[in-house]
């Protein structure tokens, strides 16, 4: 009953602490609400939680901080790509290019979602799926040079309408 508890008493705030670290209600809700079921985890598995409450404001300062990190993560590729064309990249923008990675090969699509997604680093990717870390950077570097190609030509139809 402890997560139960936990909720009852210090779901609010919670939620507003994670608010206050700039996350939308739906992100902190969804960030309040993963940190809970993470809690009931550790402790199904037997895993002793000394002070839950602290453990739970920790969890959910790491898990918004690390929202933070993919949207940086997210902007950084968009940048780079950006740097095609003129004009700035807007949210849209973002879709069309994550569009563009759903079109890429199964393992360079994967890489590029565990590098600005999952925020992993290239070791941590070929651990994930079985690959050494310079076969990460190389399928990164061929899927980026892929997109670039890809959107430049979008961006020239769409420039000469």
């Not at 960030?31 to 002070?51: C, K, M, S």
């Not at 969890?59 to 740097?83: P, T």
């Not at 570097?141 to 190609?149: D, S």
Request: avoid cysteine.
């Amino acid at each position: 009953m402890v997560v139960g508890d936990l909720q009852r008493t210090d779901g609010q705030a919670l939620f507003g602490f994670v608010r206050r670290l700039g996350l939308t209600d739906d992100q902190a809700d969804d960030v309040v609400q993963e940190v809970l079921a993470r809690l009931l985890a550790e402790l199904g598995r037997g895993i002793l939680v000394v002070n839950p409450r602290s453990w739970a404001f920790q969890s959910v300062y790491r898990l918004a901080m690390d929202q933070h990190r993919l949207r940086r993560r997210v902007a950084g590729l968009v940048d780079r790509m950006g740097s095609m064309s003129p004009r700035s990249m807007s949210a849209d923008d973002r879709i069309v290019v994550w569009g563009e990675v759903d079109r890429l090969p199964v393992r360079q699509r994967q890489v590029l979602y565990l590098r600005y997604r999952a925020d992993l680093t290239h070791d941590a990717i070929g651990q994930v799926l079985g690959i050494s870390s310079s076969a990460s950077r190389s399928h990164a570097t061929q899927a980026i040079a892929t997109l670039r190609a890809r959107l430049a030509i979008d961006i020239v139809e769409i420039e000469d309408r």
